[in-house]
């Protein structure tokens, strides 16, 4: 009982891990974005996130949301990229 109480001691006295934080940006912002800054904010976010092998609950939200932001800006990405236009051959 000792034991187990010296741990939760010592764990509540240690700093706590940071969970990288994904940069979040509203569809305002998204909008306002160039491409260069989109890819930017892609990479950074990816910079943030933590294996799926995690065990922390709260590293494993924190991916979630990482997950979820790209998807938002890639999506963003998508409209400001001029799509290639399918070349037809005669």
């Given at each position: 009982m000792k034991k187990l109480l010296c741990i939760i001691l010592l764990a509540s006295t240690l700093p706590a891990f940071a969970v990288p934080k994904c940069i979040r940006y509203t569809t305002t912002e998204l909008n306002a974005?160039?491409?260069?800054?989109?890819?930017?904010?892609?990479?950074?976010?990816?910079?943030?996130?933590?294996?799926?092998?995690?065990?922390?609950?709260?590293?494993?939200?924190e991916n979630q949301n990482c997950l979820i932001q790209n998807q938002r800006i890639s999506s963003a990405l998508e409209m400001k990229t001029p799509k290639k236009q399918a070349s037809t051959q005669k």
């Open positions: 974005m160039t491409a260069d800054e989109l890819k930017a904010a892609i990479a950074q976010n990816k910079e943030n996130m933590w294996g799926y092998s995690s065990f922390s609950s709260a590293e494993r939200a």
